[in-house]
């Protein structure tokens, strides 16, 4: 059976993967080598240095391109990695159209980096697709998007941004990393290119540093493999190893987040607390109906502001939890907890950060997959 005629949870599970030709072995091995034997100048059984290609990693990067019905994956040592092979298809005087409430590495990526290479990034309210029209001429060159955002779950119009840069002959890319593949498929809605930060639900067991980038278009893959080749930032064979392992749980684990999370954002609607919660599950959420148009369920993410909190009582309030755990990151199996504005988003200046929505008593909690009742438990016990 060919991997595209196969259900979500059976791809996790098997596509790209097959018994070791040598072994039988049923698992991936983790071809743990730098360099394959040749029998006569360049002619070898498909691999020639690992940094180029890795069979564990080629077997990650084929089940990463199913899970979202690309034909071509490649798998970076991070997401940023991932992101900067992206940057690195434009020259200087391109100019990039981006959301204003960008994951805060990439702001710092886009504003710190590129930009001293000539690249000029507009970072635009991407609520509605129309606001893209304006900032569009002769030189844009990337729309770069990201939906559900980081963290105030804003919701972008995929198709509408899609239909947008197709007009303009724009390439276009979503990070997928806040939804993942199990909750939506960039590339079904009109996107180019899918970037994952694998590190979060794709890798699911917080030990791993990864990115990803899946396309359909051969000629973006073959320019953007030329890259990953010549630029270098590939993952080695054992975080290879441990994203196919995670991967095939994905599904299991992606519905068991999904369920906690709508019991977590309803109690903390209305809480007594609580101000405000994001999370794209809610009716009355700005965008809820593409949420809920472009999206199979709404993950596990949910940002809080507290009532009447200054930063001790926020920081307070955050280190109380005992289920959630308070650290950067998100999307593995434990529940964590991270303040962004002094955590995940200090690269981004206070002033730009409040215009996001990314105030001092804002938290985001990624809810994990324990049992409901110790998380609800947690959190009754901190908030009252
Ligand atoms: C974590 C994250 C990244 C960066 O990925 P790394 O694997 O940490 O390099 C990019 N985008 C989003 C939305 C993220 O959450």
Redesign the pocket.
């Known amino acids: 059976m060919n991997h595209h005629q196969m259900k979500f949870g059976t791809k996790a599970i098997h596509a790209g993967q097959e018994p070791d030709p040598t072994t039988g072995a049923v698992m991936t091995p983790i071809y743990q080598t730098s360099t394959f034997w040749q029998e006569s100048p360049g002619k070898h059984k498909g691999y020639a240095y690992a940094r180029g290609k890795n069979p564990t990693r080629t077997a990650l990067e084929k089940c990463l391109a199913a899970l979202e019905d690309a034909k071509h994956g490649l798998c970076f040592s991070?997401?940023?990695?991932a992101?900067d092979a992206v940057i690195k298809l434009l020259v200087p005087g391109d100019e990039v159209i981006t959301g204003n409430d960008l994951?805060g590495?990439?702001y710092r990526m886009f504003t710190k980096v590129f930009a001293n290479y000539g690249i000029k990034f507009h970072f635009i309210d991407l609520s509605n697709p129309e606001n893209i029209i304006p900032y569009i001429n002769s030189k844009t060159k990337l729309l770069w998007v990201?939906t559900p955002t980081?963290p105030t779950m804003q919701i972008v119009d995929i198709a509408g941004c899609a239909a947008i840069a197709k007009t303009h002959h724009i390439t276009f890319a979503v990070?997928n990393?806040?939804a993942s593949p199990y909750l939506q498929n960039p590339l079904h809605l009109g996107a180019d290119i899918v970037m994952h930060?694998?590190?979060?639900y794709l890798g699911g067991h917080s030990d791993v540093?990864?990115?990803a980038l899946l396309t359909s278009n051969d000629e973006l893959h073959e320019r953007l493999a030329f890259i990953h080749n010549s630029c270098g930032a590939t993952p080695g064979p054992m975080d290879s190893f441990l994203v196919l392992r995670g991967l095939k749980t994905l599904h299991l684990r992606m519905k068991a987040h999904c369920e906690n999370g709508i019991q977590v954002a309803n109690f903390l609607k209305g809480h007594p607390m609580i101000e405000k919660v994001y999370w794209p599950g809610f009716t009355d959420h700005p965008n809820h109906d593409i949420a809920k148009k472009q999206m199979r369920g709404f993950g596990g993410m949910i940002s809080i502001v507290l009532k009447d909190a200054d930063m001790q009582k926020t920081f307070d309030i955050a280190s109380a939890f005992k289920v959630f755990t308070l650290a950067e990151?998100?999307g593995g199996v434990e529940s964590l907890i991270n303040h962004p504005a002094t955590m995940t988003h200090a690269s981004i200046p206070k002033e730009e950060r409040e215009k996001a929505g990314v105030v001092d008593n804002l938290l985001r909690l990624s809810v994990g997959v324990e049992d409901i009742e110790d998380i609800l438990a947690d959190l009754k016990e901190v908030l009252g």
């Open positions: 991070s997401g940023m990695g992101t994951y590495g990439t990201e980081n990070d990393t806040f930060s694998v590190t979060k540093i990864m990115g990151s998100l």
